[in-house]
């Protein structure tokens, strides 16, 4: 029943925007001024707002000039996509992990196109989990992490891997496991951008409430059921758009900011800043249902137990040993003012990885951050990208140099403290 009820407001919405958008343009026309540039009639204001309510499940186009998408390889609950620039040299090959928390990878459009030009560069593209037949079975932490495997194994060795909040878990786990191995196709150096691996330090309330809540009753309140004629029909998934209620509310001060500056910047006739808010906005309101095994995986095994972080993580019966990593620079990436993700919960990785030597454990804190200031806008680009492409370009020197053999016995490397 919680299913239909979301498909229900969002078909009424879907019904309602169009109308919002037509009548402000009529307003706007009729208001003196016009010639400001996009003047404000004090009616329009709420059916601007109008215009940004609610979710919907269409999957946004990269739009990325000058490049050609192509799969590399495909899964049920997802495809490894590649961007190909068919006129530039490839540069490092480098896997982009993104988050699977409620919205499609297009999120990090801005973290793709800034990277675009250094860098033979492949993303995560997840399924929406209502699209997935009930019939392919779960996907759960363990399935996310033998999924990094695989696509790693798909690039080949020398890849070098970065991820974005969410499956900042699987992915350390994915390369410990690798390491472990000798596997060939472990990463060259490993970037995690605010990414919760230890989430009792700073605990945010969402970390706070998967611990005190029961888990069988956030198993019936926080899940449902896909109703048919989705492909998904009786697979059990976390709604995206309960998934992005439940993050704006998280955020609320934040969300209603960034509904004033809209305001300001409409009675400013500033279209620029208008069409930029709303390309935000319509990003954000694209949502994908979350596997329920994920979901419940990502509450109880990383928020509520902090398996990894205290050294009680098994994949598949297997204990995962971060300290495993010996030759694989990483850097843990945080921001100061990161309500999502505070300080300390990423850069708990340098810790576990206590198989790295000191000069390959690299920490960084950007003052003032907010979560999505780490992987897109001004900061990413200025601040950001430059260290990941510097720790790339290292890590690729330290192989080319022939210092680093794959698969010929571990390297000797001494424990010590983070970076």
């Not at 910047?265 to 596997?291: F, Y």
Request: hydrophobic share 45%; glycine share 8%.
């Amino acid at each position: 029943m919680l299913y239909e009820i979301f498909e229900a407001q969002e078909a009424w919405l879907a019904r309602l925007r169009p109308f919002a958008r037509s009548t402000a343009g009529l307003l706007r026309g009729w208001h003196a001024g016009e010639a400001a540039g996009l003047p404000l009639h004090p009616a329009a204001v709420p059916l601007h707002l109008l215009e940004e309510a609610g979710t919907t499940h269409r999957k946004p186009a990269f739009g990325l000039p000058r490049v050609r998408e192509e799969v590399v390889a495909e899964a049920p609950f997802g495809r490894l996509l590649r961007f190909a620039r068919p006129a530039a040299p490839p540069g490092p090959r480098l896997l982009v992990v993104a988050p699977l928390s409620g919205h499609f990878a297009t999120r990090l459009r801005g973290t793709v196109a800034a990277l675009l030009p250094d860098h033979d560069l492949h993303v995560t593209d997840w399924t929406d989990a209502r699209e997935v037949p009930a019939a392919r079975g779960g996907f759960g932490l363990d399935e996310q992490v033998a999924q990094l495997i695989a696509w790693l194994e798909a690039m080949g060795p020398g890849t070098h891997l970065l991820t974005v909040s969410q499956p900042a878990i699987a992915a350390l786990a994915a390369a410990a496991l690798m390491a472990e191995d000798l596997n060939p196709a472990r990463p060259r150096s490993l970037t995690l951008i605010a990414g919760p691996i230890d989430p009792h330090v700073n605990p945010t309330r969402e970390a706070v409430l998967a611990r005190a809540l029961p888990p069988a009753w956030l198993a019936t309140a926080e899940v449902a059921t896909v109703p048919p004629p989705f492909a998904g029909a009786g697979r059990r998934v976390r709604p995206g758009a309960q998934q992005i209620t439940a993050s704006l509310l998280a955020d609320l001060p934040a969300q209603l900011a960034a509904r004033l500056a809209l305001v300001r910047h409409l009675a400013a006739g500033d279209a620029a800043a208008v069409e930029a808010h709303r390309h935000r906005q319509a990003e954000l309101r694209a949502v994908m249902d979350i596997p329920a095994e994920l979901y419940l995986d990502t509450l109880h095994r990383v928020f509520r137990t902090a398996e990894l972080a205290r050294g009680r993580m098994t994949w598949r019966g297997r204990t995962v040993r971060p300290a495993a990593i010996r030759d694989m620079p990483l850097l843990a990436v945080e921001g100061e003012a990161d309500a999502t993700c505070p300080p300390g919960q990423t850069a708990a990785a340098l810790d576990l990885c206590a198989g790295l030597p000191p000069g390959l454990r690299h920490h960084h804190r950007q003052p003032g951050a907010r979560h999505d200031d780490l992987f897109d806008g001004p900061v990413w680009e200025a601040e950001i990208r430059p260290r990941v492409g510097a720790l790339i370009r290292a890590a690729d020197r330290v192989a080319l140099g022939g210092r680093r053999r794959w698969g010929q016995g571990r390297p000797p490397g001494d424990r010590g403290t983070a970076a």
